[in-house]
């Protein structure tokens, strides 16, 4: 026998480990476990911040839903633990609001979009300076206690039903669909940054509305970029590692993105007849339709015109706010301050004529921060705790007589 045939018989016998190939199988299982439980320890770590830091209850990623009718809704039961809750309707309040009002209560809905409903500071500085506003500190808050202060009635109640980017023909639909099933005495309107100063040619609030683009991803021809958007929207509202990092990223790419890019500017003579012919055709229609209806109905309705850090005012601003605006002028259009001052009188204008017909009320929230020493804003358009109080003040001084005339006038229930 040869020796190298020996050898290879001692190697055997002797029981020498031989190396054997690894399956296919056992490749892939491991190559899988590599890759999720990293991701599984980031998603705990999400998890684990959004609740620490964040506020984040558990359950609601997002304060808001798809609606059927109006693109977007208040997530019912939403909780944000820094002091943030919608009831079981959507309204940002903590108990659910009764179809049926006890007797003798004389009942507003606050409608609009963000300012109304109270968010944060969307500001680099503000987010850091006001992160959240709580329902305590929100204009719908600090309204009813005036109110309950100041009337003789037996109770007040204002419901806050504003929410975040709507606009007024949201308004229109919102009020047939839910608000009027609840039978309000006063409807209040806080509106004018989302859709009162649009001046790009040929705009029109229902089919430009942004947070349309979600049902488009859905409707629209199956294409494999929709079915990456709307892959990576339900991993934002499902996954909170991608939640957490969307969150985080997005501003930054789109700071990167602006690198290098020329600060747009605006041509505030085209930009203002734009906005003339725009108005006619979309918010003032909404407006006149909205305070028809609230007639009909036999309800007060009172319209107002929003703040917003841009206008030309009577608050000297403070350190704080001066770098907001100085943000804004650096980083906003061109002409954009001048084309608001401008365009402010206009829309008063064209809402005083559109609510003239109806017996609606209108409210000019421009400029109510005078003498007021403290941040009133977090940013271009959203509001500090002290100028919610202070604007709820501004406006319950001038609601208080139509609320006193209007509940006398209204049947004993």
């Not at 969150?247 to 930054?252: E, S």
Request: aromatic letters at 12%.
């Amino acid at each position: 026998m040869s020796e190298e045939v020996c050898i290879g018989k001692r190697e055997v016998g002797t029981g020498l480990n031989v190396k054997r190939p690894v399956s296919r199988g056992v490749k892939a299982i491991g190559i899988v476990l590599m890759i999720m439980v990293p991701l599984g320890i980031l998603e705990l770590s999400s998890y684990q911040y959004l609740r620490i830091f964040e506020g984040y209850d558990g359950i609601h990623l997002m304060n808001y839903e798809f609606d059927d009718y109006k693109n977007v809704r208040p997530t019912p039961r939403y909780i944000d633990t820094r002091g943030v809750y919608h009831n079981s309707q959507g309204f940002r309040e903590v108990q659910d609001t009764p179809l049926k009002k006890d007797p003798g209560t004389y009942r507003i809905f606050i409608m609009g979009g963000s300012t109304g409903y109270g968010v944060g500071g969307l500001s680099r500085a503000g987010k850091a300076k006001y992160p959240v506003i709580s329902n305590e500190h929100t204009i719908d808050t600090y309204l009813e206690r005036y109110l309950k202060g100041k009337s003789g009635l037996s109770n007040v109640e204002v419901i806050n039903a504003a929410i975040t980017s709507h606009q007024s023909h949201h308004h229109l639909i919102y009020l047939n669909q839910t608000i009027l099933k609840y039978h309000p005495d006063m409807v209040i309107f806080i509106d004018g940054f989302n859709d009162y100063y649009k001046y790009e040619k040929g705009f029109d609030q229902f089919r430009d509305y942004a947070y349309q683009e979600r049902v488009h991803q859905y409707m629209s021809e199956p294409t494999v970029a929709a079915w990456m958007g709307y892959t990576g929207w339900w991993l934002f509202r499902s996954s909170h590692l991608v939640h957490l990092a969307g969150k985080t990223f997005l501003p930054v790419w789109q700071y990167v993105r602006s690198i290098g890019q020329p600060r747009a500017k605006m041509d505030v003579e085209t930009a203002l007849a734009n906005l003339q012919e725009n108005a006619k055709n979309n918010f003032v229609q909404m407006v006149e339709r909205n305070s028809l209806i609230l007639k009909h109905e036999g309800i007060a309705a009172v319209f107002t015109l929003q703040p917003e850090l841009i206008f030309r005012q009577s608050k000297r601003f403070t350190p704080f706010e001066q770098d907001l605006l100085n943000e804004m002028n650096a980083h906003w259009q061109e002409g954009l301050a001048e084309f608001k001052d401008k365009a402010r009188p206009l829309v008063i204008e064209f809402l005083r004529q559109a609510i003239s017909k109806n017996g609606a009320h209108f409210i000019d929230l421009t400029d109510p921060f005078g003498g007021m020493s403290e941040d009133a804003y977090t940013d271009y358009c959203h509001l500090t705790p002290e100028g919610n109080k202070r604007l709820a003040e501004y406006l319950g001084e001038r609601i208080l007589p139509i609320v006193e005339r209007h509940s006398l006038s209204k049947p004993v229930q």
